[in-house]
């Protein structure tokens, strides 16, 4: 998961925190503040930002990983194995995502 401000008040790009908090309250804490100075890496203006325009995005794709890399160790099991690890490897992944938007939705739905 990671942590952005919604846009550059200068250029409109997505500025990335390098914290990693579970909801705003951890990410007030960490930050000691509600309110916090941030440079944008893009245009390097700095600029005052809320704690409430800070949100999160996944960052996984495990589904396709997983099942990329059960396909091919299920390869080794002719094209059966193949079919199985696949799936196997889909629905792991799959349950990693779910995982991972269930602690995206969390932070931004926190207040």
Known sequence: MKLFV???DSCQSKIYLKNVAITRTDLRRQIGFENFHLRCGTCQNEHIYSIYRVFA???????????????????????????????????????DDTEEQRRVDNFNESW
């Open 57 to 95: 995005e996944s960052e996984k794709t495990s589904t396709a990983t997983g099942a990329v890399v059960g396909g091919l160790l299920g390869l080794l099991g002719g094209p059966v194995g193949l079919l199985i690890g696949g799936g196997l490897g889909a629905a792991i992944g799959g349950a």
């Open 6 to 8: 919604d846009r550059c």
